[in-house]
Structure formats: C-alpha cells, structure tokens
C-alpha cells in the first residue's frame, strides 16, 4: 500500500460545472476525512466517514457539496455547480477510528474555478 | 467555538538557531495534540502526537513538543534548526466531543537560511 492516493492532482473548471474527485485510503484504514485547505489557512473540516457512513458534516460543505464511501473504500467528493469560491486544495486523508494515531494524508487535489 | 492558534505566521531563522512555535487551543475538555509537518511540494506529515502520557513529547527529526495544560499550549521546539527543516507546520487537535474530528491552526511557514 502506498499511502493515500487523490485523483485528479489538478483540476481547472468553468463557474458552474460539476466537479468530482476520488480519494483511496489506506485499505486498513476505516475512517476517511476530507478537508479543504486555502493559501495562508490550515486544512479545514468538511466531512469524514467510518467505513461507508457518512458521520459527520461541517457547515462549510453547503448542498452543492456531496460525499460519499459507497463499500467503505474509496470516497469520492462531487461539488455541483462551481463557483469562484470554491477553489481551494481539497485534501483526503485516512486513519484507523479516531484518528489518534495520527492521520495519513493524501498529495491533494487542486481546484480552480474560472 | 474550539479553535487552534498559532501565533506566528512566518518564521526565519538561520541554521543552528533554536526554534519555538507556539500553539494554543480553546477546550476546556480532554484533547490529544499533534503537529503536521509539509515540506515543500510534499504532503502533510505527521511530526509528533501527545495523549495523556509524559507531558514532553519527542518526535522525528529531533522535534520535540510541551503541552502545558493550565497554558492550553502545546508548543514545537528544536534546539537546532537544518536548512531541511524548512517547511509549513500545522498545529492541530482532536477534541474528544464525541466526533474526534481533527481541528488544525492556520499554520507557521519556517525558513531556514543556509
């Protein structure tokens, strides 16, 4: 296993195009988190699963933003309908549950919205 | 609301320096600690990670981290500083609320001057 892999590394888009990006965890790993990340700010919480169930999500996901772990493996994050402010690094990473070991990231994937 | 604070956004410092980072939290409650590391064009790594155990915790690359918990402070030193340690490092923690989601600071960039 080579750690945690994110697809694409780099995405450019249009306002108001649909967007979706995988993330594949460490396969012994049962949780999965993604986290959105701006210049000058640390990672910030979006959502995060135990195994297929999504347990929680941040208000900063709005309803354009959807995740899902359909088997508990990969995850995939979709945002509907692009805007400017959207663009960020978006950052998945993966753990056993609750994370106190630490967790193990992935390169991220780079948005930018045009 | 619970937050991390790191009070310096960008550090230089030449090689053989001592470095402090200082990094406070607001939570009243039981937390566990960490600091991420991310090298130039890397990932975020984990560098160090305390629980409950002997508040001085070291960690890789001769890092090493005091949680003082009347000072809610969980601050980063190494008493000598390599042109390698330059990079950006995250503060971060999870509070045990029940979600165990992991909270980051907004980050201290350090540049270490050969």
Not at chain 2, 36 to 49: A, S, T
Request: charged fraction near 20%.
């Amino acid at each position: 296993d080579t750690g945690v892999s994110q697809d694409p590394r780099h995405k450019i888009t249009k306002r108001g195009q649909n967007v979706t990006f995988r993330c594949d965890p460490i396969s012994e790993h049962n949780r999965l988190y993604w986290y959105r990340q701006t210049l000058g700010q640390g990672p910030e919480f979006l959502t995060y699963f135990q195994n297929e169930a999504q347990l929680e999500k941040s208000r900063l996901l709005s309803d354009r933003f959807s995740a899902e772990r359909p088997k508990g493996s990969f995850s995939t994050l979709e945002i509907q309908r692009t805007e400017q402010g959207d663009s960020a690094m978006y950052l998945c990473a993966s753990s056993l549950a609750g994370g106190m070991d630490g967790y193990t990231f992935g390169s991220g994937t780079r948005l930018t919205v045009v | 609301a619970q937050s991390v604070s790191q009070h310096n956004h960008h550090v230089i410092l030449s090689e053989a320096a001592s470095l402090e980072l200082g990094c406070n939290y607001s939570y009243g409650g039981t937390v566990n600690l960490f600091w991420y590391v991310q090298y130039p064009g890397q990932h975020l790594q984990l560098l160090l990670k305390y629980f409950s155990e002997d508040p001085l915790v070291k960690g890789i690359k001769g890092f090493e981290a005091e949680f003082i918990k009347s000072k809610f402070s969980f601050n980063l030193r190494k008493p000598s500083v390599q042109w390698s340690d330059t990079a950006e490092y995250f503060c971060a923690v999870i509070l045990n609320t029940g979600g165990f989601k992991t909270i980051f600071g907004a980050g201290t960039r350090l540049f270490v001057k050969a």
